[in-house]
């Protein structure tokens, strides 16, 4: 059994009760904090580390002693190292394989286990641990990284004096958390990586890493986290919060649930924790997801307004879309799955690939765009529910398929492996030489081999049809499938049916239901087979598309592309729309609605021939936007904000800039980013000379976004002496409570810098300059006023706005 008396150096555990967190609560705030649980220790009063060892008593990951130290110099073991970690993820699930050198009646075995289940925690090359030696800096960098899901960017270590003695295990964890500012050196440069590490000197890297940590149940609200953000406890609520680093929704959720509402998360988002009820995303941004659970049984939804850039799917998981009015999942990537387990799809989905072998289902009422089997995924199973439909389907490696809804193109590029098709099928093309069963009852409608997919063999059940099969390089069509209308323009093919129409191309030998015939003519001859009168098809020859390219502006109109099947009188004239960058700009039935800045290539594919595609080259420019300039206003500044894009560090530039100042007299001075390049939004335009009427054009250029598109030009209106117009403009809901929404527009142009009170009470607004509170509606217009510009404003008409 485990052992449980005290030794030296194993960490007691500090309990709170705090289970909810203040709305106006800052990322120096510690979560669960409080006077009653702060806890002295008699060797901490001077030390230079009592803020981080405090911090991490007040999250229970540190204790001290029972004669009341912390004993912060003392250097600590890999066991209780790793007791850390596992405190910070909750983590639950334990390695099934130990290591030689420990058992079941050390008090760090479960500890240990439940490290090497995580990963973070390798052991040595002859399956030890040594649990008892003291850490170095170098190995506890390295654990760091591996929790914590690092990617080193660069390398760091050359500018470190004794980058040498770095061993090449924790090369690149010591570089991503010096680069991060979360491991420092020494003044003389040094690093020192094989030195051990104190309990102050972990408490430093920890804390530096969590910029906080939320372990009690409960509802979290904060305007912005500055770095990381964890979570380690099943029923949490985040509302409201920009998280400036990564979310870590750890293992320690468990079973539980997580809600997102109104959360914008700029680094990437890990989802380990959370069951099959579990994580839901409301009216949130999230840029890369990583979902990684143990057992493969995690839900997650994502509603209202949600837009996730990528999706990765490392274990099973079930994603679903629920009335979404955002983009929802963009890219979906599933990279790994243990055997048995299922990815399940619900909603809308623009893009999935599959890079593993898994099975994935399409559950009813479901459309995927885009679905992809890659060749790195080896095998795929995939099943499309009924009333769920699949645009275009991929398949670069072996594959079992049952579509008991729509597949509307699939086309096989794997080469020189089997692929069965069972249930209902639009078009199939084969571009790559490959083994095709189509089986049961199945039926295709256009089943295409194309010229460089010579060699390949078709398979059609006892039952299966395919209504037209069009061969252009040699195959063998086996089975007792029928065909109803057969096209061969390839020498050597045969087939084994006999199709009711068989159309053999000029100068082509064929053999079909045994009987070999040659077309010696210069035009295709046409055979019937059957006491039906017979047809021909008339082939698709090419596509084009207008326009060949197209601007368009994040959040305006959408564009429209019109395609053109040549000939006019194609058998199969229907095409399939796809996007190469869904996170630009979407694409259904030639209709492209912009979504961020960037350049994505729109194609259109014959459905009747895949080889036949034309292509519109769309550029999406972020939209711009600036506060008003009053007036009279000596030296004004304006907040130009972007939507769909960030700022680049040449934002600061005023040669990046297109600016015409008009009348007003105004030139600028200089730019300052709100937040840091690459991630903020807004820049402040300081601005020289007094303003006079007229209006002021400010446009980025390509050099001063992060896509490197130029976004659209904003005017700016300084309008007339006396002749400013302020209007307040509200939406009410009601669920459970009454929530009021406001936001100010000056001139028709919303303003975000502003003070807003009611009954001379301030009320706070989100980021976005919109003010939000509940059980208190703004019924009584005169007792509203902002205060902008140190000037006090109330409503020009004195009525409130609907928005």
């Known amino acids: 059994m485990r052992k449980s008396i005290a030794i030296i150096m194993v960490f007691c555990m500090l309990f709170s009760n705090i289970t909810f967190v203040n709305a106006e609560e800052t990322t120096n705030q510690i979560t669960a904090n409080n006077q009653e649980n702060q806890k002295s220790y008699s060797d901490l009063s001077n030390h230079w580390a009592k803020e981080y060892i405090t911090r991490l008593s007040d999250y229970e990951l540190l204790g001290g002693y029972e004669d009341g130290t912390v004993r912060p110099d003392k250097f600590i073991t890999r066991a209780e190292f790793t007791k850390v970690m596992n405190k910070i993820f909750g983590y639950i699930e334990l390695s099934e394989q130990g290591f030689a050198d420990i058992s079941e009646k050390d008090w760090y075995y479960t500890d240990i286990l439940k490290a090497k289940q995580a990963g973070y925690l390798k052991g040595y090359d002859d399956n030890t641990v040594k649990p008892n030696n003291l850490i170095t800096r170098e190995q506890a960098a390295t654990i760091i990284a591996r929790a914590f899901k690092l990617q080193a960017i660069g390398d760091e270590t050359s500018k470190i004096s004794d980058n040498l003695e770095i061993s090449a295990f924790a090369k690149d964890a010591i570089s991503e958390l010096v680069r991060q500012k979360i491991l420092s050196g020494y003044e003389d440069g040094t690093i020192r990586p094989l030195k051990n590490i104190t309990r102050a000197e972990t408490s430093k890297i920890v804390s530096q890493i969590i910029t906080q940590l939320y372990n009690k149940s409960g509802t979290y609200e904060a305007k912005t986290i500055e770095g990381n953000l964890i979570v380690n406890k099943e029923n949490v609520i985040l509302k409201n919060i920009t998280i400036k680093g990564n979310l870590y929704l750890a293992e320690g959720i468990g079973e539980g649930n997580v809600d997102l509402d109104n959360v914008k998360v700029e680094g990437k988002t890990f989802i380990n924790g959370g069951g099959e009820h579990s994580i839901t995303f409301n009216n949130t941004t999230l840029g890369e997801v990583v979902i990684y659970k143990q057992n493969g049984k995690i839900r997650v939804v994502s509603k209202g307004t949600t837009t996730v850039g990528t999706t990765t799917l490392n274990s099973g998981a079930n994603l679903e879309e629920n009335g979404n009015q955002g983009t929802g999942f963009g890219q979906v990537e599933i990279m790994i799955a243990k055997p048995g387990e299922t990815i399940k799809f619900d909603g809308d989905f623009e893009s999935v690939d599959i890079e593993t072998d898994v099975k994935v289902e399409v559950n009813g009422d479901t459309q995927i765009q885009k679905l992809q089997v890659t060749e790195q995924a080896q095998k795929a199973d995939i099943v499309v529910e009924k009333d769920a439909k699949v645009t275009s389907l991929t398949l670069g490696s072996e594959a079992k398929i049952e579509s008991k809804g729509t597949i509307s193109t699939t086309t096989v590029t794997a080469q020189d492996k089997k692929i069965e098709l069972t249930g209902k099928f639009e078009g199939v093309n084969i571009q790559s030489k490959s083994d095709v069963q189509v089986t049961g009852t199945s039926t295709v409608k256009t089943f295409n081999v194309a010229k460089t997919a010579e060699g390949s063999t078709v398979n059609l059940t006892k039952e299966s049809t395919v209504t037209k099969l069009s061969i252009d390089a040699k195959s063998d069509i086996k089975g007792e499938g029928s065909i109803t209308n057969a096209t061969v323009n390839a020498s050597g093919t045969t087939i084994q049916q006999k199709p009711t129409t068989t159309t053999v191309g000029a100068g082509v030998t064929t053999q079909v239901n045994n009987v070999t015939s040659t077309n010696t003519t210069t035009t295709a001859t046409t055979t019937t087979t059957s006491s039906s009168s017979g047809s021909s098809t008339v082939a698709v020859s090419s596509i084009t598309v207008t326009p060949t390219t197209m601007n368009l502006t994040v959040g305006g109109a959408t564009g429209t592309i019109t395609k053109t099947v040549t000939p006019a009188n194609a058998s199969n004239s229907n095409v399939t729309w796809l996007s190469s960058a869904t996170n630009v700009a979407t694409v259904v039935n030639g209709v492209v609605t912009p979504v961020a800045a960037g350049t994505t290539t729109i194609t259109a594919t014959s ?161 976005n300059g919109v003010v939000r509170t509940v059980n208190n509606v703004f019924t009584d217009m005169s007792k509203i006023k902002i205060i902008h510009n140190s000037a006090e404003k109330t409503d020009t008409d004195n009525t409130m706005g609907a928005w």
């Open 607 to 767: 459905a009747a021939d895949g080889t036949k595609t034309a292509t519109t080259v769309v550029t999406v420019k972020a939209a711009t936007q600036a506060t008003p300039i009053e007036n009279g206003a000596p030296n004004p500044s304006t907040v130009v904000s972007v939507t769909g894009d960030t700022f680049a560090a040449g934002a600061t530039d005023v040669s990046n800039w297109t600016i015409s100042a008009g009348t007003t007299g105004l030139t600028v001075g200089t730019i300052t980013l709100q937040g840091a390049a690459g991630t903020a939004t807004g820049a402040i335009f300081d601005l020289t000379g007094t303003a006079a009427e007229g209006t002021l054009s400010i446009q980025p250029k390509a050099t001063a976004l992060t896509s490197g598109v130029a976004g659209n030009a904003v005017t700016v209106t300084v309008a007339a002496a006396g002749a400013q117009v302020v209007e307040f403009l509200i939406k009410s809901t009601f669920a459970g409570a009454f929530t009021s929404d406001m936001k100010v527009e000056i001139n028709n142009v919303e303003i975000t810098d502003y003070e807003l009170y009611y009954d001379n009470q301030l009320v706070a607004e989100d980021t």
